[in-house]
């Protein structure tokens, strides 16, 4: 497993090349070992093929447009929407979208008590390990990913489409690469690490 962490990379060009539904399901298993919080398990995947991949697309233009052009949820953020939309494109190539959900979570438009966001925190906290663990078991299969948040400027369009309980975290992208990047710069460890002895 060292090795598919040292030659994980974020991959956004793919072959015309479908992944079988027993290496999409080996991945997903990756995921559901993962560490939680309290053993909540608090993950849930959906998988997005063909036909319905075209669905998805258009419901996140009509969210990127909305963000461009109407009410923003992110209007801060309005110099990466041209990011967003090269994620589209991104996704179109890809065989497999899996989009992951925290069962246990509330919209992110939602008020949360303290107590309420230490749990949030938790929960997220765990499916962030479960995406790892999907990333890198799809390395190990020489399958490439794109961990996606760029969903977040289609967020109320992707929830109503999915029409799943909970909270929408992520989208990751899957298939066979058709590029090979060169690891990016990484901080050095003495910027990062601080021993107390």
Known sequence: MISAIYNRRSIRKFIDKPISEKDIIDIIQSAAKAPSSKNKQPWKYIVI??????????????????????????????????????????????????????????????????????????????????????????????????????????????CKWLNSDGQLIAAIAFGYPNEFPKERPRKKLDGILEWRN
């Open 49 to 158: 093929q063909g036909n319905t991949k075209e669905e998805m697309l258009k419901v996140f233009r009509q969210g990127i447009e909305r963000e461009e052009n109407g009410s923003a949820l992110l209007p801060k953020r309005k110099q990466y929407v041209a990011s967003a939309k090269y994620t589209i494109d991104i996704m179109a190539e890809a065989p497999a979208i899996i989009f992951v959900i925290n069962s246990l979570g509330k919209s992110i438009l939602s008020e949360l008590t303290p107590e309420e966001r230490v749990s949030e925190i938790c929960n997220i906290q765990s499916i962030g390990a479960s995406i790892q663990n999907m990333l890198l078991a799809a390395t190990e299969k020489g399958i490439g990913s794109l961990w996606i948040c760029d969903i977040f400027f289609a967020y109320s369009e992707l």
